[in-house]
């Protein structure tokens, strides 16, 4: 039985009935919590081994593009034709928010130069192979940015499903047994001093009756 270190009066009782019911609410709606964490965390789950199946079909068809073009025109034509990009991108960081966990928003932004040419990269020495391997790349820059989102998602989401998890069990375990043993141990304590000031009430009055 673990006592708190608290005056043992009728007053510090009373405070205590209180916080026992304070901590109860606080550990019913940490548990609600705990559970649609988890119910979140298992449906990202989900999603995310779907999402990493198609990114990884992805980058081997990026990959086996990028081999038939280099099959065909060469590796050097490859690098010279992309040695001056005529796009950029930038990946701009958002925030959303998920059962009060802050989770972190990629999103591509592109920038394409002034020109009449909306190709990716020159046009020497480059063949339809060299096309689709480009448009196989930058689709999957996409999957693989929104992979990464979602795999710090969960991350972030585990974590405080830990810290949750703590936060329920120290309640569950600690606070509220320690706050119920407290509030019997006064109560016992102020029964036998009770007991005990009845006790010489009557010695009194039976020494004054004599």
Known sequence: MAILNVNLTRIESINLKKSLKTAQKGHKLLKDKLDELIKQLLKMVQENQKLRRQTDEMLKNTYQNFMLA?????????????????????????????????????????????????????????????????????????????????????????????????????????????????????????????RASTSRLMKIKEMLVK
């Open 70 to 194: 280099k099959a065909v025109i060469g590796e050097g034509y490859i690098e010279e034709a992309l040695i001056i990009p005529r796009k950029s991108v930038s990946v701009e960081i958002g925030e959303t928010s998920i059962m009060s966990v802050k989770i972190p928003e990629f999103h591509f932004q592109e920038k394409q130069e002034e020109t009449e040419n909306k190709a990716l990269y020159g046009f020497a020495y480059t063949t339809s192979e060299l096309d689709r391997a480009i448009e196989s790349f930058a689709e999957v820059s996409e999957k693989l940015l929104e992979l990464a989102q979602n795999e710090k998602a969960i991350e972030l989401i585990a974590n405080e499903i830990e810290k949750t998890r703590r936060r329920v069990n120290a309640i569950e375990n600690v606070t509220i047994p320690n706050y119920i043993d407290t509030i019997k141990y006064i109560g016992l304590k102020l029964s036998e001093d009770e």
